[in-house]
């Protein structure tokens, strides 16, 4: 190529392109935010009423006030006060847990005597057809109800029995449990 071919370069051209480019950006930024304003409030409403089910699933109650001086640890995100008749009859901890699939939510109902009143999963990423086996089956799940103080998996006297295949998913539910059990006995009398 010769240097009389070269391209001569057309600084109004390349600027109204960046003028035009910008303009987009500014419109696409804008709707999106007006998008976020109007669908953050209904997003937040469906959460707090998906928190308020599993709360209701896993220890029945009249309300569940947050408890005042509770401290959030890296596992225990939220400790709540199960109250029903003006009377405390349990505890309601939100718990996330490493499982083979990454973290899940787990929220854990936890009696006045010191024991599970009921496991529910709000969120995972387990494989499907093998750690969902233990996090999608409430039956499985149901396999805490009743129990207390530290449980293990398949080992001892206080063992959960780990779904074949998927230990680490079982391992990971039994480790949120434990830390709710914790939590709970912190404040129970």
Do not use: H, W
């Amino acid at each position: 190529m010769s240097e009389s071919a070269k391209i001569q370069m057309d600084y109004k051209y390349i600027a109204r392109l960046a003028g035009t480019l910008f303009a987009i950006s500014a419109v696409t930024a804008l709707l999106l935010g007006l998008v976020n304003y109007v669908t953050a409030p209904v997003i937040e409403q469906i959460q707090a009423e998906k928190k308020a089910a599993a709360m209701a699933a896993v220890l029945p109650a009249d309300e569940y006030p947050a408890v005042a001086d509770f401290v959030p640890t890296d596992s225990v995100a939220g400790l709540y006060e199960a109250v029903s008749g003006g009377e405390t009859v349990g505890y309601v901890a939100e718990v996330t847990s490493s499982g083979f699939g990454g973290a899940m939510s787990i929220t854990v109902g936890v009696n006045a005597d010191g024991t599970v009143s009921g496991v529910s999963v709000t969120d995972n990423s387990e494989t499907q057809g093998v750690g969902s086996k233990v996090v999608g089956d409430q039956a499985v799940l149901d396999g805490f109800i009743g129990m207390s103080g530290v449980i293990t998996v398949n080992e001892g006297d206080n063992a959960f029995d780990a779904v074949t295949g998927a230990t680490v998913s079982s391992k990971a539910v039994t480790a949120g449990v434990n830390a709710a059990l914790e939590a709970a006995g912190a404040y129970l009398q």
